[in-house]
Nanobody, 126 residues
């Protein structure tokens, strides 16, 4: 059974950085699409960044140039490097995996993903 486990959340001041990690079991990150999503207080879930099997990436406009999604296939781990954080980035961040083998084309829509982690809190203070 596929399991996703996030880590690396926490509290930081505006302008700071955090790196989130997502370890994947029972699947190999080199063959599937993965993504990061967030849900802020009183907001709907938002796709933040996506990466496909080959490593192509896509970002939401609100984070482009500040966040970087990457993966280490040897460690079966997905990352989200977040720089220049803003208070509006405060949210619960979750990783997700699309179980389709050889997934091509990174994506940000929640309905494209089958497996989800439980999430990690990121709080950015001004």
């Amino acid at each position: 059974q596929v399991q996703l486990m996030e880590s690396g959340g926490g509290s930081v001041q505006a302008g700071g950085s955090l790196r989130l990690s997502c370890t994947v079991s029972a699947y190999t990150t080199s063959k599937i699409c993965m993504g990061w999503f967030r849900q802020g207080p009183g907001k709907e879930r938002e796709g933040v960044a996506g990466i496909d099997a080959a490593g192509s990436t896509t970002y939401a406009g609100s984070v482009k140039g500040r966040f970087t999604i990457s993966k280490d296939n040897a460690k079966n781990t997905l990352y989200l490097q977040m720089n220049s954080l803003k208070p509006e980035d405060t949210a619960i961040y979750s990783c997700a995996a699309n179980g389709r083998w050889g997934c091509s084309g990174p994506r940000l829509a929640g309905h494209d993903y089958t497996y989800w982690g439980q999430g990690t809190q990121v709080t950015v203070s001004s």
